[in-house]
C-alpha cells in the first residue's frame, strides 16, 4: 500500500548535476528518516544521504559539499540536488524512508524501498 517512486536519473557530464526526486504514496501516517543510498556495479550498496524529520541531515564524506537532500513533508517528498558529479558517482541511486501506514492498514511502521533511478556520469 506504500510505495515510493523515484525520477530525475539520467546521463550527466562531468561536473554536471542532477536532481533526483522520490515521492511517497499510500496509506501513510507518518513519514520519520528518508534518505538516498546507491549501489554501483560490483559494489555494496551505500549511503549517500539522509535526512530526519525534523530536517537534521547526513551525508557520505564522498559526497560533502557536491549533494544536498532536502524534503517537502507535505508533498511526502525527498530530493537530492547533485553538483559537481565525477564518473565515481555513476550507480543506481535508491530512495529509502521509514513510514507508518495509517491505521486502517495497521499502522505499522516499516522501512521502504524505492525501485532506483540509474545516474551515469560519463563525457
Known amino acids: 500500500q506504500v510505495q515510493l517512486v523515484e525520477s530525475g536519473g539520467g546521463l550527466v557530464q562531468p561536473g554536471g548535476s542532477l536532481r533526483l526526486s522520490c515521492a511517497a504514496s499510500?496509506?501513510?501516517?507518518?513519514?520519520?528518516?528518508m534518505g538516498w543510498y546507491r549501489q554501483a556495479p560490483g559494489k555494496q550498496r551505500e549511503l549517500v544521504a539522509a535526512?530526519?524529520?525534523?530536517?537534521?541531515?547526513n551525508y557520505a564524506d564522498s559526497v560533502k559539499g557536491r549533494f544536498s537532500i532536502s524534503r517537502e513533508n507535505a508533498k511526502k517528498t525527498v530530493y537530492l540536488q547533485m553538483s559537481s558529479l565525477k564518473p565515481e558517482d555513476t550507480a543506481v541511486y535508491y530512495c529509502?524512508?521509514?513510514?507508518?501506514?495509517?491505521?486502517?492498514?495497521?499502522?505499522?511502521?516499516?522501512?521502504?524501498w524505492g525501485q532506483g533511478t540509474q545516474v551515469t556520469v560519463s563525457s
Open positions: 499510500g496509506s501513510i501516517l507518518s513519514i520519520y528518516d
Open positions: 529509502n524512508a521509514d513510514i507508518r501506514s495509517s491505521p486502517l492498514w495497521g499502522g505499522v511502521r516499516n522501512n521502504y
Open positions: 535526512i530526519t524529520s525534523g530536517g537534521s541531515t
